[in-house]
Each structure stands twice: as structure tokens, then as C-alpha cells.
């Protein structure tokens, strides 16, 4: 068992041996290691728009492509989102791995990504060691 999974398994029995936590879920005692790139990742794409759009425009774009998204490998989930002021819109994705997601962030995809929306995307990387999928009703750690 790798190091850095019997210290986390370690240190959750010592929160819960000292009261600290009332329950874990059984998925957070998964001995699961992140790999070399970190496990999951959310990436968070970002075009600020040159004009405002609307919730319909955004649902306009999503019904026009986000069936390529079905069935994407190491794609876990995307959100298409628009900020409450309409200048900013984009996707949230949750990928296997930061390696899945730049194998899709390819430059041929963001420039067609940039003619599509007249401006080039910003790329936001976040670890996400731990996912709540309440759909599935589980909790996914690493690159279960």
C-alpha cells in the first residue's frame, strides 16, 4: 500500500477514534492512488464574451453539441454555465485525470472553440481528490 494512502487511511481512523468526524463514507477509506498527474481533475473553461448572452443562448449552444460530450473517454462530467451577468459563459468538466483533459484541450480544438465563440477560452485547472455524485448517489475518490 503506497505511503500517502496508509497516512490518509491513518489519519482518518485518528479523527474518528478522537470524535472528530461523526461518519465517513465507506468510498473515502477506498486505498485508491492518485497516480503521476494527481488524479481527478475540474477544469474550467472560460470565454468572456464581447457581448452579454442570455440562459438561452447557452441552451442553444449546449443542444447544438453536447452530445459529442456522451460517452467522451475520461470525461466524468460537464456543465455548461453563464454567469448571472451574462459576460462570461463557459464549462465546468470533471475529467479522470489532468492528462484526459489535455489530450481533449488540443490547440485545433481551441481554435475552433475560438472562431465559435470570437474569443479564445481560459483554462482553469482544480484538483478534485473527492467527488459527491448525488445522481449515482456515491462519493468517488480519485480516478475511481
Do not use: C
Not at 500517502?4 to 485508491?32: E, F, M, T
Not at 443542444?63 to 459576460?87: C, F, H, I, Q, V
Request: avoid cysteine.
Amino acid at each position: 500500500m503506497p505511503n500517502l494512502v496508509r497516512l490518509r487511511r491513518a489519519a482518518l481512523h485518528a479523527a474518528l477514534g478522537a470524535g472528530l468526524l461523526a461518519a465517513v463514507p465507506a468510498p473515502l477509506y477506498a486505498d485508491r492512488d492518485a497516480g503521476p498527474d494527481g488524479g481527478m481533475v475540474v477544469a474550467v473553461v472560460t470565454y468572456a464574451l464581447p457581448r452579454a448572452a442570455t440562459l438561452a443562448d447557452v441552451k442553444r449552444v449546449a443542444a447544438r453539441g453536447a452530445d459529442r460530450y456522451l460517452n467522451l473517454p475520461g470525461l466524468l462530467r460537464k456543465n455548461y454555465w453563464l454567469s448571472e451577468d451574462g459576460t462570461r459563459a463557459g464549462g465546468i468538466y470533471v475529467w479522470e485525470s489532468r492528462a484526459r483533459a489535455e489530450a481533449f484541450y488540443t490547440r485545433e480544438w481551441k481554435q475552433v472553440v475560438t472562431r465559435q465563440y470570437g474569443v479564445a477560452p481560459d483554462i482553469v485547472y482544480l484538483h478534485s481528490p473527492v467527488m459527491v455524485d448525488n445522481t449515482a448517489g456515491r462519493i468517488v475518490t480519485d480516478a475511481e
